[in-house]
């Protein structure tokens, strides 16, 4: 199975501070077609996993353009460009090319 | 707008079983995979059950193998999770989920204990 290593597992933020969360895979997660099936979910609390990035760097619907994604092959980043309050939660990277499907363990983002 | 309610959880013996549902609106069920996914109490996220959009083909990890049964009912919109052989692990939130893992449902919790 691949391993989705999610760092650091404790990220504690300013409002207004930019804030970057690492996530790295076991293999590449460029399958033979040449795509990448990469996702970035937060998690608010008493809430589920909500959508947020897709495809290494695509933003779902609605989600606003403080947040964006980066990376290649087995190291992909999500950034936070100035964090509101309503970004709190836990965010979980997701892959996609390889069965089985696996998350990763989890950043939770706090406030200092 | 894309609803997914699940329902069914609650507190089963170990050994037992439970069937759950999942309730979609918004979205033309018949034409998506579908999956379900559990958080367990450690937070760990881990796919449990995928089924395809006509329910011809479904996927389980070996966690579940032989114990998790995935079906569809796209005349009724349902997604279902028969579990049986239920164990202390299995213990979590369940959630269904469309199989982009695009929306997810609010999740119902099974909890297996004696």
């Known amino acids: 199975d691949v391993v989705m290593t999610q760092t650091p597992l404790s990220l504690p933020v300013s409002l207004g501070d930019q804030a970057s969360i690492s996530c790295r895979s076991s293999q590449s997660l460029e399958n033979s077609n040449g795509n990448t099936y990469l996702n970035w979910y937060l998690q608010k609390p008493g809430q589920s996993p909500q959508l947020l990035i897709y495809?290494?760097?695509n933003r779902f619907s609605g989600v606003p353009d403080r947040f964006s994604g980066s990376g290649s092959g087995t190291d992909f980043t999500l950034k936070i460009s100035r964090v509101e309050a309503e970004d709190l939660g836990v965010y979980y990277c997701?892959?996609?090319?390889?069965?089985?499907?696996?998350f990763g363990g989890g950043t939770k983002l706090e406030i200092k | 707008e894309v609803q997914l309610v699940e329902s069914g959880g609650g507190l089963v013996q170990p050994g037992g079983s439970l069937k759950l549902s999942c309730a979609a609106s918004?979205?033309?069920?018949?034409?998506?995979?579908m999956s379900w996914v559990r958080q367990t109490p450690d937070k760990r996220l881990e796919l449990v059950a995928t089924i395809n959009s006509n329910g011809g083909s479904t996927y389980y990890p070996d966690s579940v193998k032989g114990r998790f049964t995935i079906s569809r009912d796209n005349a009724k919109n349902t997604l279902y999770l028969q579990m049986s052989s239920l164990k202390s692990e299995d213990t979590a939130m369940y959630y269904c989920?469309?199989?982009?893992?695009?929306?997810w449902g609010q999740g119902t919790t099974l909890t297996v204990s004696s």
């Open positions: 997701f892959q996609g090319s390889h069965v089985p499907r696996t």
């Open positions: 495809g290494i760097s």
């Open positions: 989920a469309t199989d982009g893992f695009d929306y």
């Open positions: 918004g979205f033309t069920f018949s034409s998506y995979g």
